[in-house]
T-cell receptor
Framework: EPEVTQTPSHQVTQMGQEVILRCVPISNHLYFYWYRQILGQKVEFLVS????????KSEIFDDQFSVERPDGSNFTLKIRSTKLEDSAMYFC??????????????FGQGTRLTVV | AQSVTQLDSQVPVFEEAPVELRCNYSSSVSVYLFWYVQYPNQGLQLLLKYLSGSTLVESINGFEAEFNKSQTSFHLRKPSVHISDTAEYFC???????????FGTGTRLQVFP
């Protein structure tokens, strides 16, 4: 069964460093998403991406964050200068439907980012 | 804006007992409702969803959820749980005009033999 894969499963980085989280969405999907979950808190939407541009983003997704689909298969989330409060589990997701809100998003297993 | 509340952070239950995981939402518009499950070391998987029509929806592994508009609830139930149901369960809503899912904080279901 096709699945969304994320690498690495756990990343430790020093505060102020840049980090790139990688995701390989399901191959025929068109919509891509990043969510995050700070320990003990809700899973929060960060950004959606369609047709090589950001479709929607939350207030969390500030100038420190960027997304890219560099080669037609990978979908990356970059944090330019990490802060302690960026420590969280980051989930990538993808979907194939244009029907907003009614779409099954397929999630990866997550990357746990720890900023020290 | 939409929000989701899952009041129970953990629900311990013995195998073959019934279980209910509670979910309440608030929204000023009609929403779609979802339950996702996360097994250990895996991603979030869609368990079931309510879009319209029958207020009772079922999953292939025996879970069901009922949309109750007057109580703004979408509780998840199973009449007899298995050890393999041990996981984190997330309730979520989506706005038909938006790309995003709004999640609750999750409920960890722990099934004991």
């Amino acid at each position: 069964e096709p699945e969304v894969t994320q690498t690495p499963s756990h990343q430790v980085t020093q505060m102020g460093q840049e980090v790139i989280l990688r995701c390989v969405p399901i191959s025929n999907h068109l919509y891509f998403y990043w969510y995050r979950q700070i320990l003990g808190q809700k899973v929060e939407f960060l950004v959606s991406f369609y047709n090589n541009e950001i479709s929607e983003k939350s207030e969390i997704f500030d100038d420190q964050f960027s997304v890219e689909r560099p080669d037609g298969s990978n979908f990356t989330l970059k944090i330019r200068s990490t802060k302690l409060e960026d420590s969280a589990m980051y989930f990538c997701a993808s979907s194939d439907s244009l029907d907003r809100g009614n779409t099954e998003a397929f999630f990866g297993q997550g990357t746990r980012l720890t900023v020290v | 804006a939409q929000s989701v509340t899952q009041l129970d952070s953990q629900v311990p239950v013995f195998e073959e007992a019934p279980v209910e995981l509670r979910c309440n939402y608030s929204s000023s518009v009609s929403v779609y409702l979802f339950w996702y499950v996360q097994y250990p070391n895996q991603g979030l998987q869609l368990l079931l969803k309510y879009l319209s029509g029958s207020t009772l929806v079922e999953s292939i592994n025996g879970f069901e959820a009922e949309f109750n508009k007057s109580q703004t609830s979408f509780h998840l139930r199973k009449p007899s749980v298995h050890i393999s149901d041990t996981a984190e369960y997330f309730c979520a809503v989506s706005d038909p005009s938006s790309d995003k899912l709004i999640f609750g904080t999750g409920t960890r279901l722990q099934v004991f033999p």
